[in-house]
């Protein structure tokens, strides 16, 4: 699987942004699609997961409430809609698609990944 990621840019605190993540190459509906984010000087952390079974969409304690993961099979694409940012939403977010039967919040366990968009939030 293929995958482009956009959207990212600065925002004041409490702002929005919206990320795109689009998919080719491969059957997407078949496809688990996650958002990871990598804050500088940390590991790469787990944002939210939709599972391509249908069950419930993962979201991180950090961000529940304020982020929202969605699909459109149709247009092959994935998007995280961020609202009411901090600045400790600072990173480059990530789409990652995860094509093999293992554990689902496993980062190890996505292997196709999307080149990263800068999220920045600040004052």
């Known amino acids: 699987v293929q995958l482009q990621a956009s959207g990212g840019g600065s925002v004041q605190p409490g702002g929005s942004l919206r990320l795109s993540c689009d998919a080719s190459?491969?059957?997407?509906?078949?496809?688990?699609m996650g958002w990871f984010r990598q804050a500088p000087g940390k590991e790469r952390e787990i944002v939210a997961i939709?599972?391509?079974?249908?069950?419930?969409?993962y979201l991180a304690n950090s961000v529940k409430g304020r982020f929202t993961i969605s699909r459109d099979s149709a247009k092959d694409t994935v998007y995280l809609q961020m609202n009411m940012l901090k600045p400790e939403d600072t990173a480059v977010y990530y789409c990652?698609?995860?094509?093999?039967?293992?554990?689902?919040?496993?980062?190890?366990?996505?292997?196709?990944w999307g080149q990263g968009t800068l999220v920045t939030v600040s004052s």
């Open positions: 190459g491969r059957t997407f509906r078949a496809v688990d």
């Open positions: 939709m599972p391509w079974r249908g069950d419930r969409p």
């Open positions: 990652a698609a995860k094509t093999n039967s293992a554990d689902l919040y496993n980062i190890r366990n996505y292997d196709s």
